[in-house]
């Protein structure tokens, strides 16, 4: 027996999943809120460059599952792939979490305009 899923979705849909997706990515991968997922995988090692800059840059820990999980929390590409799945797998699986949805996609629309405009 052969299971067919029909995926039929708005435009309006897919940029609100696009969103939410670009959202949680950016949440795992780069925020300080999420920092306890990503420190038992990466260390932050700092180094002050000859002008006086400060600079940060992650070290992946470890061998076998542990770097590949620091590599993968460290990689917006990767992640972002990880966070398409669950944000898609959440919209058709259980549909109650779409405001949920709605939310990280507001909130990836306001850091879009916050880079926009800090990058000026």
Known sequence: MEVIILMNISWIHLAILALASFRLTHLIVFDTITWFLRKPFVSINTIVDASGRTNHYMEIRGKGWRYWMGSL????????????????????????????????????????????????
């Open 73 to 120: 929390l460290t990689c917006h590409w990767c992640m972002g792939v990880w966070c398409s799945l669950i944000v898609v797998a959440l919209y058709f699986f259980l549909p109650i979490i779409f405001p949920l949805l709605v939310i990280l996609a507001v909130a990836g629309i306001a850091s879009i305009i916050e880079f926009i405009i800090v990058k000026k």
